[in-house]
């Protein structure tokens, strides 16, 4: 074979690495978003699953809590937002 087929076979290996490359990775993205979306519909069915009186008594159960973490938050979210305004 001569030096340029050589560098034409070459260049199309590589050129067949590299979508091959992006193909995969173009699966391995959507494999992962649907991993995420699954696991997530699974947290939601088992929510759902609860009882009225079960999710009652957990929304009292921390809604101290909650208070307390939004009375903590909100005093550095709105000093933080005035100082981003006057950036």
Avoid: C, G, H
Wanted: charged letters at 25%.
């Amino acid at each position: 074979m001569n030096a340029k087929l050589v560098d034409s076979l070459a260049k199309i290996i590589q050129t067949l690495t590299v979508l091959e490359r992006r193909e995969l990775d173009t699966k391995l993205s959507t494999l992962s978003q649907n991993s995420k979306f699954t696991e997530q519909s699974n947290r939601f069915q088992q929510w759902n699953k609860i009882s009225d009186a079960d999710a009652a008594a957990l929304k009292a159960e921390f809604a101290q809590e909650d208070i307390i973490y939004a009375e903590t938050i909100l005093p550095e979210y709105s000093a933080n937002l005035k100082q981003q305004d006057y950036s």
